[in-house]
């Protein structure tokens, strides 16, 4: 029998005849490195003939990993260069960066997150489109997770699938319409996963596949790309067993309930319950479940309903006590 902990020392307490065995989880740190992602790392926003932006903000979630876990706390993120006059971005607290104007025709915007004194970075690039239809990438899922020890990803299986959609949106009249685009050929667009063109909506990552990099291109121009952040973790290895648990309370038969008896519960010194009474009432069996002197009724809620209840004497009698010269022993304890 185990119990998890999360690299603590102390054993569990109140538990009876059970020695545990102590477990911790961590990450193996030469492979798990902090990252930062971007889950929108190529985008563009379409301007009128006047030098407008009509299609709307575009935003990028700024994510820091450790292993297969995200750091949600403690982080303060940032962007550089900060925006001239003719533009506006920002990022907020929670490291979501948007954009709604740029610019030039193409604007690199850096992203930083400073966690525990170091600070990570990574990159979007916004491109400006003049009345022009917009393609972009949709994968899922947008970042995977892979166990070492198990050799499985974080759907339990040895593979994992990612689906690949591109969306357009067009300008038509002044109104904006994006659909989904049913044929790439069609649209003059092809994609790639790093330098290797893809043929279909989906590719399948195992133990030895890279980091997926889906770049979108029509006329072998970058329309937009996505990389799928693959996290690593291993299983560390088992802790020291710990400490062998106290005895639980010991039960012991209190005869037929009676009104004008108030039952209560043994305490150590230190204030742990060692014993508790058992009382028969009603053709049944009852434990005393209260913290203090009951005189109330079995069937009220102070009490416990045992079923079965010559059998558990019969284990926990023969079993649990040690009788010698007419005293019982229950853990470090002795009744007579």
């Known amino acids: 029998m185990g119990i998890f902990y999360d690299d603590v020392e102390e054993s569990p307490a109140?538990?009876?005849?059970?020695?545990?065995?102590?477990?911790?989880?961590?990450?193996?740190?030469?492979?798990s490195n902090y990252r930062l992602d971007l889950d929108n790392q190529y985008d563009s926003i379409i301007?009128?003939?006047?030098?407008?932006?009509?299609?709307?903000?575009?935003?990028?979630?700024?994510?820091?990993?450790y292993g297969k876990d995200t750091i949600d706390s403690d982080i303060t993120y940032a962007v550089s260069p900060n925006p001239s006059e003719?533009?506006?971005y920002y990022i907020d607290i929670h490291g979501t960066l948007t954009v709604t104007k740029i610019s030039g025709d193409k604007k690199s915007i850096t992203v930083k997150a400073t966690y525990d004194n170091t600070t990570y970075q990574t990159t979007m690039t916004v491109v400006k489109l003049i009345n022009e239809t917009k393609y972009e990438l949709n994968c899922s899922p947008s970042a995977v997770s892979y166990n070492l020890s198990t050799n499985c990803f974080g759907n339990g299986n040895t593979t994992q699938d990612i689906t690949i959609a591109v969306y357009k949106t067009t300008v038509?009249?002044?109104?904006?319409?994006?659909?989904?685009?049913?044929?790439?050929?069609?649209e003059g667009l092809l994609l790639y996963n790093h330098d290797d063109e893809i043929s279909n909506n989906i590719i399948k990552l195992n133990s030895?596949?890279?980091?997926?990099?889906?770049?979108?291109?029509?006329?072998?121009?970058?329309?937009?790309?996505?990389t799928i952040p693959i996290n690593k973790t291993i299983n560390g290895d088992n802790g020291a067993d710990g400490a062998d648990g106290v005895a639980g309370p010991m039960l012991y038969p209190a005869g037929e309930w009676d009104s004008s008896i108030n039952y209560e519960v043994t305490k150590n010194s230190k204030g742990d319950i060692i014993a508790k009474p058992i009382v028969y009432y009603k053709d049944n069996y009852y434990v005393l479940d209260a913290n203090d002197s009951i005189d109330t009724a079995?069937?009220?809620?102070?009490?416990?309903?045992?079923?079965?209840?010559?059998?558990?004497?019969?284990?926990?009698?023969?079993?649990?006590?040690?009788?010698?010269a007419q005293a019982v022993f229950w853990g470090n304890y002795m009744f007579s």
Not at 14 to 31: E, P, Q, S
Not at 47 to 61: L, M
Not at 172 to 186: D, P, Q, Y
């Open 172 to 186: 038509e009249n002044g109104i904006l319409k994006k659909t989904l685009v049913e044929n790439l050929e069609a």
């Open 298 to 324: 079995p069937d009220t809620g102070d009490w416990k309903k045992f079923e079965k209840i010559e059998y558990l004497f019969t284990e926990v009698l023969m079993a649990n006590w040690a009788k010698l």
């Open 47 to 65: 301007y009128n003939d006047n030098d407008e932006p009509i299609s709307g903000n575009i935003t990028a979630k700024a994510t820091l990993y």
């Open 86 to 88: 003719n533009e506006e």
């Open 208 to 226: 030895d596949s890279l980091e997926p990099n889906i770049v979108l291109k029509r006329n072998n121009v970058l329309i937009d790309s996505e």
């Open 14 to 31: 109140n538990t009876t005849n059970v020695r545990f065995k102590k477990y911790k989880w961590h990450y193996w740190r030469g492979v």
